[in-house]
């Protein structure tokens, strides 16, 4: 079979399900073709908690990509464990990813400042080991492979990891290199005693004074702010969390670093911080940058998820978006530029339409007033940052457990051009091949060699090969085969009482649903009456794949197929997978 014959192919199966599903009459009304689920697939199968951008080659040729970090294992069709990379097209691996604790915040660190090495990425959190090399919860990626940073995180507890990362240069111009700044809750740092808050000047880690207290999950945010805009004053360090004192001084969940000492801002913020940043309204004109923190605080008798300062005290931006409960925060924070002069406050989170802001769980600030970014995202933004595309502006890149903007499918990561939102969906670098159908209860089985975007099956992984759908939802049969399947046939065996739906399966495989098969398998749904004969039939209770040969093989009725199941209700709840009882599902993230 020709790879020109598969737009053809796909016509073709598309058309048998439509077919096969749609009830009688239904071509009489509405003759139309209805997409498959062979296209390329968006986004993550995972959350995405983190963002960052790099340029691998300053200003070299090469576009700068997007780093996201979360608990997935596919970045679009690709591979990816905890860590993937996108540059403007297709999504690759960082190596063979972060152990299984994952990744809590991403940033870049060039370390010689303007000399010849360009940025690197950072990842921190709970893993031990990035690529297989132990890190313990610091790595950074150095274009090939990952490496350790002063040996990690190096103090024991639950709460001995990093949580937020920042690249600092702590004297602006000057001659000194950017340090990589750390926060979280651990008390040591390659060997080192620093509580809650470390930094590394490419050869040691070193404290801040005597650190942050009360110790635990610590910091949640970092942050460079420069005080005087201009003027001659280095940015100093920002740093945002659950404690309440920073080198024995009451501060409230956020203070900064003056280059010397730990400084309060006031009397800090009543309530959390889950982010910081910093916006300057005109851009590149005389005003200087605004510290802003998100979280959920209390305020001014009321209760808001954004503040800034104003020098002298915290004061929300209009209603500061106002909050309902504890549920609804701002976790994420960023800018964005909107013209020459003009740059947008961006703000990510859980949070619905309310007092004057529009949007769901994103939304912007323009100095007046917030509006809404499209249709919004559809669950909670984790992280924000700006991706520089080629365009005249950089992009606004949003990543979090959310799935859909309105209609558009995202699944973790998406994009705003400045209009609209936009999935990652890499092009398919090899065209889609079905090579066989055939009807299994009241759905349509396609094998061939492809992966489906299966981003609603419980197995998302599995969905490669071999799917099921019924016209709405694809299904996986669990773990995938290992190459293509070339030919599928159905049928019903058993009597009443014990009933069973049968697949079988033969292709260029030789392992298929976690077992060993040498090309030919058969998937058996097992169908039983709850009661009586008479009775209602049951869902299936028993699902398996069993090997097949010449001499076992079970005697295959003469009809395609047996009739069609009465078609059932959309589920409005879990989209399960069909993964066989007992068989290995997709591996967690």
């Known amino acids: ?29 509405c003759d139309d073709w209805r997409a498959g689920p062979l296209h390329p697939v968006p986004g993550m199968n995972g959350t995405v908690v983190a963002l960052t951008t790099w340029d691998s080659d300053g200003f070299g040729t090469l576009p700068a990509r ?178 309440t004192t920073a080198g024995g001084t009451p501060c409230n969940g956020i203070a ?93 989170g859980t949070f619905t339409p309310g007092g004057d802001v529009a949007g769901t769980n994103v939304a912007a600030w323009n100095g007046a007033s917030w509006t809404a970014l499209g249709e919004g995202l559809d669950d909670t933004v984790l992280g924000l940052t700006n991706w520089d595309s080629g365009g005249p502006f950089p992009r606004l890149v949003a990543a979090g457990s959310f799935l859909k903007s309105g209609d558009l499918k995202v699944n973790g990561i998406a994009q705003w051009t400045g ?25 349509m089985v396609a094998g061939g060699e492809f992966r489906a975007d299966a981003s609603d099956v419980t197995s998302f992984s599995g969905a490669a090969n071999l799917v099921a759908w019924d016209g709405i939802d694809v299904t996986s049969f669990g773990a995938p085969s290992d190459a293509r399947i070339q030919a599928l046939k159905s049928f019903t065996a058993g009597s009443i009482g014990l009933l069973s739906n049968n697949l079988v399966v033969g292709g260029d495989f030789v392992s298929i649903g976690g077992i060993s098969a040498n090309h030919v398998a058969q998937f058996t749904r097992v169908l039983r009456s709850s009661k009586a004969a008479g009775s209602p039939w049951g869902p299936a209770s028993t699902t398996r794949f069993t090997r097949s040969s010449a001499s076992t093989a079970p005697h295959m009725p003469g009809a395609c197929s047996p009739p069609p199941e009465t078609a059932r209700p959309r589920s409005t709840t879990s989209r399960a997978s069909m993964a066989p009882t007992g068989s290995p599902s997709a591996p967690a993230p």
């Not at 620093?194 to 942050?223: D, E, K, Q």
């Not at 209009?419 to 759905?443: C, D, K, Y």
């Open 419 to 443: 209009s609209t939102w936009e999935a990652f969906i890499p092009p398919f670098t090899t065209p889609p091949l079905v090579t066989s159908l055939a009807q299994f209860g009241n759905r």
């Open 66 to 243: 997007v780093i996201a970090g979360g608990p997935f294992s596919l970045a679009g069709t690709t591979s990816a464990i905890r860590a993937a990379s996108w540059n403007g097209s297709t999504w690759s691996a960082l190596g063979s990813g972060l152990s299984s604790e994952g990744v809590t915040a991403l940033t870049t660190w060039d370390p010689d400042g303007a000399g010849s090495s360009f940025a690197q990425p950072i990842a921190v959190g709970a893993f031990m080991t990035a690529g297989g090399t132990t890190v313990h919860g610091v790595a950074r990626w150095d274009g090939a492979a990952w490496q350790a940073v002063g040996g990690g995180i190096t103090s024991s507890g639950i709460d001995s990891y990093a949580t937020a990362a920042i690249s600092w240069d702590p004297d602006g111009s000057g001659p000194q290199a950017p340090q990589l700044v750390i926060g979280g809750g651990f008390t040591q740092v390659g060997g080192v005693n620093a509580n809650g808050i470390a930094h590394w000047n490419g050869s040691v880690w070193a404290p801040f004074a005597t650190g942050l207290a009360p110790l635990g999950h610590t910091v949640s945010a970092l942050t460079v702010w420069d005080p005087d805009g201009a003027g001659p004053l280095p940015g100093q360090l920002v740093v945002g969390g659950s404690f």
């Open 256 to 348: 900064r670093w003056d280059g010397a000492a730990w400084q309060p801002f006031g009397s800090g913020l009543s309530g959390f911080v889950n982010a910081l940043t910093t916006w300057d309204p005109d851009g590149p004109g005389p005003s200087p940058a605004q510290l802003v923190a998100g979280g959920y605080f209390s305020i001014n008798g009321g209760v808001c998820g954004v503040v800034r300062w104003d020098g002298a005290a915290w004061q929300p931006l209009g209603s500061g978006i106002a909050l309902s409960n504890g549920s609804s925060q701002v976790r994420s924070l960023a800018t964005m530029r909107s013209g020459p002069l003009s740059t947008l406050l961006i703000a990510g």
């Open 1 to 29: 079979m020709r790879r020109a014959d598969v737009p053809f192919i796909l016509q073709a199966a598309i058309a048998v399900l439509v077919a096969t599903l749609a009830p009688a009459g239904a071509f009489a009304q």
